[in-house]
Nanobody
Framework: QVQLVESGGGLVQAGGSLRLSCAAS????????MGWYRQAPGKEREFVAG????????HYADSVKGRFTISRDNAKDTAYLQINSLKPDDTAVYYC??????????????????WGKGTLVTVSS
């Protein structure tokens, strides 16, 4: 079973950038597809971006295409989310999730099997 820990959140001004990290442990990282999700205050958790186990394929929610980039480094057991041109609407707790490599949630935007506890991103206007 994989354990996930997010980091890199914080307070940033609109137009700024952040890189979130998701460190995995407890299992072979390359056995998992990964995804980033977010939950804004008063809203449900939503899919943001997904990446397959090898890093060869990615998928994004329409609302973040062109501003968010998901990546992974299997040698470092870490997934990343680069967020550019931040907007106040991006304020949310960002979660990373994992599913076994045979799943398809990373591409379909469904929920994952394993979750981290999240990292808070606050964007000021």
């Amino acid at each position: 079973q994989v354990q996930l820990v997010e980091s890199g959140g914080g307070l940033v001004q609109a137009g700024g950038s952040l890189r979130l990290s998701c460190a995995a442990s407890g299992s072979t990282f390359s056995s998992y597809n990964m995804g980033w999700y977010r939950q804004a205050p008063g809203k449900e958790r939503e899919f943001v971006a997904g990446i397959n186990w090898s890093g060869g394929s990615t998928h994004y929610a329409d609302s973040v295409k062109g501003r968010f980039t998901i990546s992974r480094d299997n040698a470092k057991d870490t997934a990343y989310l680069q967020i550019n041109s931040l907007k106040p609407d991006d304020t949310a707790v960002y979660y990373c999730g994992a599913e076994t490599r045979y799943g398809s949630s990373w591409a379909l935007g469904y929920g994952m099997e394993y979750w981290g506890k999240g990292t808070l991103v606050t964007v000021s206007s």
